[in-house]
């Protein structure tokens, strides 16, 4: 998912050719497409495959914003600085970038990805009974209090909302001729 968050910047990286390095373009370019297959095969191969629990929405809170928020984060400094920054603040801008994706892996960060926002996904803090909460990334434009939703754990507290499974209707009994 670390790949698909930064897919965006990589392709303006790609399309603005920053560092004037044609290596370093095309490599930009691979892993933002590489990130994008990876996230929707993730998303439409594993997730589903992982079981799921059912959870009863106590409180339902969208929040808005985290991509955005996360993308301004390491997108802004590069569109100041452009192409036409020296070399050596171009590295530094790389530098950064690095350090971002490290707090982004190490904060749990991962469902404030700008790719997931563009797929349509949304992301929910939903409060348990139990006064205990849970972010969960959803397809969903609404959900509410008392509603029941099938999850699948990311990790920590983090969850995937998918369709729940259909169980096969048991076929009726025949009876011996």
Known sequence: MLAAAYAPLLVL???????????LRWTFAALAAAGIAGLAAFLVVAVP??????????????????????FASYVVPFLV???????????GLLIY??????LYVQGDMYFANPVLALLGYRIFELGR???????????????????????????????VQVKPRREPRPQPEQEPV
């Not at 990286?13 to 290596?23: G, K």
């Open 129 to 159: 009974s139990d006064s205990g909460f849970l972010l969960v990334i959803s397809r969903a434009w609404h959900l509410a209090p008392g509603q029941t939703v099938s999850l699948v754990p990311l990790g920590g507290y983090i969850y």
């Open 13 to 23: 990286l790609a399309t603005l050719n920053s560092f004037q390095l044609a290596w």
């Open 49 to 70: 495959r992982r079981n799921a629990s059912v959870e009863r929405i106590h409180t339902a809170k969208p929040r808005e914003g985290e991509a955005l928020k996360f």
């Open 97 to 102: 970038l690095v350090m971002i994706a490290v």
């Open 81 to 91: 600085t452009g192409s036409t920054a020296a070399p050596p603040a171009r590295w």
